[in-house]
């Protein structure tokens, strides 16, 4: 028989979740059309969620006390087949998720006709919000049926007045795309691509310089455990800002927002994306007390299990581009972030030893801090990065 | 409860059929809004809902004293006054839940629903403004030579506020326009309460300030509001002038669904204000024995499954295509026909 899914309507104009207080029946329980069966609570008022039809409930899957946005899944309804053909239903598994697989297929020629179904689901985004220019509503409404956002639009060229892409170019420009070879972009994609979009309103520069790594691989000889050259690029980044923490201020119109607790993030590949884990208070403990956690956040970011409370919150991120052989890099900041420290690859190098008169071989690596231009200018990102490699040279110290 | 004269025309047959004619409009007006208010929060409607509950006495008196040819300019509260001038519980349906078959064709959503053609306006949201526009159409009615039609416009205390409330009403005093100003008091402009819009004993004031006709009437109670706005409306008709009714009443639900109106002074609920309109007309309609309880049972009974019937419908209907959809306006196409100049979004139609 059927699913009829429960979904979280939108219960105001600005409303994009809810909160799930309590659930009013259980499953298998029978349930009436427009019965009550959800309490849930915005941040303006307490209201139910009701049943889009008869039948028996068969499961609520949100959880308690958790958030939902406009449009999630709640739950199931099995209805009889009369039910939902007499109501025109749409059953779950949605059939608009084949949408998804073939986003360039125009639904408004000669294809079946959209039934009149729940329009909430997922908040339609103001497109100037994301950048773009001004689009007309139909190009809006065609574009949210393909799920594309106007910084898709960055490679059309517009042919209408001032400029604006008219709902014909979008339409070569999908006709063009078809053509080609088209997969989904994982989730973890999009959010990275929307990170990305998001942090490149602003104007980003970069400074670096090598530091030599011979004490830190002494230390490593000695010491138990053993923390690597990220780690204790991190550890010296969290000791520079816990001296003076105005260049890990975010500017927020006229003013800049100083860091509450040096809490800094560091990168880790997974899956198709990056992760961000974090270490709270990385200036209050000693860079060997900071290995364990360090190795525990790793493991479970790789596994894509780390907890809520480990993500998020970061005032600066550490990222380490050398594990991919490379020597230089230029790292975009979290959206949220105003900096973010690069650490290349280490290799031998001849350093003049003046004592000796002569060159001698030492291994280096080269550290990159990229800052938001806004907030710090070259000079003050660069006593940064030379107290950081300053630090650095000191690994029994920090 | 009611005045003798009324009890004396209440032997009247026909007055007898009025009354139980508006009550049916009540009743189905109120079952729809809760059928509204369901749907929206099973997120199968977008934008706002907007309920009557509590004004559909006043508001099918409107509806049911207006002819065929005549104008209406409803507010949001005004299911059952819509209903009784003549709007199908389709038509209501459809535009709420945006069927390309409705008569905005998903184009405009929920309460911004009408035929201008027909009489019926689609409202603009700050209603002092609907007032000219029912103006005008009567202007341009006389200029036509076209008599014998009133334009009713339906508005909240808060519309008395604002300054096109006062421009037009003046206007159609002067014009001495067949306008029926109904006001409906109902406490609260969304969460502002009286004592902070008008500092007048009584809304009434103002239009004896521009020499308008006004008549006050307990919006509670179903035999009072139709012969008020019946006696309005007549003396409109006959060229007696705009004519203005003040209702005071209680708003019995939030200003819109995702309201819960917890603001509302808790004794103007117990006050006489606060009374439920439909109730009070069932109690009054089966103490006198003009209705039974089993008729009233399956007069019930048909409202809910044609309600029923109506939703299940439009939820099998097309959505709107915004590829085939004509972008010109919808009642007044005609004029953009031929406009070889225009650019931009109002391209023709696309052939599918």
Known sequence: MPLIPIIMPQLGESIAEANIVSYLVQPGQEVAADQNLIEVETNKATMTVTSPCTGRLMDLTGRLQQSYPVGAVLGHIEASLQEAARLGLDVAPVAKSGDAEHPATPAGNGGSHARVQPTVRGLPVPAN?????????????????????????????????????????????????EKQKISDASSMRVSVADAMRRSWTRPIAHVGMPVCLDPLFAYRKVSRPKPGPALCALRALAVALAENSAPAGRLVGSKIVHPSAIDIGFAVEAEDGVLVPVIRQADKKSLNDLVAPYNELVALARERKLPVNATGGSIATVTNFGTFGLEWATPIPLPEQTLVLGMGAARHEPHWDSVKAQFVPIMEAN??????????????????????GELMREPEKL | MSPPVLEARAENAAFRKTILAAFRFMLLAR???????????????????????????????????????????????????????????????????????????????????????????PMISHLGAMISVVNGMLFARRLQNRHGTVGAASIGDGATSTGAFHEALNQAAVEKLPLVLVVADNQYAYSTPTSKQFACESLADRAIGYGVEVQNVDGTDLFACLKTLGEAVLRARHG??????????LRLCGHGEHDTADYVDPKLKNSPLGRDCLKAAEETLLRREWLDASTLASMRREVVREIDETVAQVQREPAPDPFAENWTAISCGHLAEGDEGNQGDNMPARKS
């Open chain 1, 367 to 388: 550290l990159t801090l990229s800052f938001d231009h806004r907030v710090l200018d070259g000079g003050a990102a660069g006593r940064l990065l030379q107290r950081i």
């Open chain 1, 129 to 177: 919000a994301r950048g773009a220019s001004y689009l007309s509503p139909r190009l809006k409404a065609r574009m949210t049926e393909l799920g594309l956002h106007a910084a898709d639009l960055s490679g059309v060229a517009g042919s209408g007045a001032a400029g604006r892409v008219t709902v014909e170019d979008f339409e070569k420009f999908i006709a063009l795309l």
């Open chain 2, 31 to 121: 079952l729809l809004d809760d059928k509204f208010a369901a749907l929206y929060r099973a997120g199968k409607i977008h934008g706002g809902v907007f309920l009557g509950r509590g004004q559909e006495a006043l508001s099918v008196s409107i509806g049911i004293s207006l002819k065929k040819n005549d104008i209406f300019a409803p507010l949001i509260r005004d299911a059952a006054g819509r209903l009784a001038f003549g709007e199908t519980v389709l038509d209501a349906v459809r535009t709420h839940m945006g069927s390309a078959l409705g008569p905005m064709r998903g184009r405009d959503g929920n309460v911004h629903r009408g035929k201008p053609l027909e009489g019926s306006l």
């Open chain 2, 240 to 249: 007696g002038g705009p004519q203005m009714v003040v209702a005071r009443l």
